[in-house]
C-alpha cells in the first residue's frame, strides 16, 4: 500500500494482481514523506537493488496517534510501544479514515482486480508453492478455497466503491501506462518481476475449470463480477 503525496495517488494493494511488482514500480517515483508499507524480505531485497525507496512513514507519529487513535490503541502504545500503522494489504476504508477525509477525495486512489476464474487457480497454485498441503484444484474450488482471495471488500464498504478507479489485471500495461499519464510520473511505470514461476499449469482457465467449478467460483465472486462485467 502507498500513499504518495509527491504526485497525489494512493495505491490499495489487493492479491494475485502483480501487486507486489505494481507496489515496487510506484515506490521509484516516492518521497521522504511518502507511506510505502513493508513486503517479504525477498520482495524488499529486489526494491532495494533496482535503488527505489524501501518501507517508510507506516507507523503513524505521535501527533498522528493524537488525532486517530482511541483508548486501546493509546493502551497498546504505552505497554509495547507499536504505534497504529498502515499495512501491506489494507482495505480503503481503514486507509480513509487513517490520512482523513481531505487527502482522500483529493488524492487519485486506485487498485487492480482481476478475473476471478484465473484469479483462483493462480491463488491456488501460490498457496501450493508455499508448501500448505491442498487438495486437487477442482475440489478446493468447490470447498470454498477460493472465497479467500476475494477482495471486494478491499476496495468496497459497504457495496459502495471507495477507488477512483479499479484497473484490470488482463489490461495490466495499458491500465499503468494511462496511471502513469493521470498523475503526471515523469517516467514510465517498469514492472519488475516478483512472485513469479509458482503456477505449474499454464493452460487457460477455461481448460482447467468444469461446470462446477465455473458456477462456484461465479458463486463465491459473484460481487466483483457484477461490479466489473467479467465473463467466464
Aim: with cysteine; charged share 30%.
Amino acid at each position: 500500500m502507498i500513499i504518495c503525496h509527491r504526485y497525489r495517488f494512493i495505491f490499495i494493494k489487493t492479491r494475485k494482481t502483480a501487486g507486489t511488482s505494481i507496489e515496487i514500480a510506484l515506490s521509484r517515483f516516492c518521497g521522504e514523506n511518502d507511506v510505502i508499507t513493508p513486503i517479504l524480505e525477498e520482495d524488499e531485497r529486489l526494491r532495494q537493488r533496482l535503488g527505489y525507496p524501501g518501507p517508510r512513514n507506516y507507523r503513524l507519529s505521535l501527533a498522528e496517534m493524537a488525532r486517530l487513535a482511541g483508548w486501546k490503541e493509546w493502551a497498546r502504545f504505552l505497554l509495547t510501544g507499536r504505534r497504529k500503522m498502515y499495512w501491506n494489504h489494507m482495505p480503503a476504508g481503514a486507509v480513509r479514515h487513517m490520512v482523513g477525509e481531505e487527502i482522500w477525495n483529493d488524492y487519485f486512489t486506485f487498485c487492480f482486480e482481476r478475473n476471478p476464474w484465473d484469479k483462483v487457480i493462480s491463488y491456488y497454485w501460490w498457496r501450493k508453492a508455499n508448501g500448505d498441503d491442498l487438495p486437487d484444484l477442482s475440489e478446493f474450488i468447490l470447498q470454498g478455497g477460493g472465497r479467500k482471495v476475494s477482495d471486494y471488500d478491499r476496495y468496497t464498504e459497504n457495496g459502495a466503491l471507495l477507488v477512483d478507479r479499479v484497473c484490470r489485471f488482463e489490461n495490466l500495461a495499458s491500465d499503468l501506462e494511462e496511471i502513469g499519464t493521470l498523475l503526471n510520473l515523469p517516467e514510465a511505470l517498469e514492472l519488475p518481476h516478483t512472485k513469479s514461476g509458482t503456477r505449474k499449469d499454464r493452460r487457460n482457465y477455461r481448460e482447467l475449470l468444469g461446470e462446477p467449478e465455473r458456477d462456484r467460483i461465479a458463486a463465491d465472486f459473484a460481487r466483483e463480477i457484477a461490479l466489473l462485467d467479467y465473463t467466464f
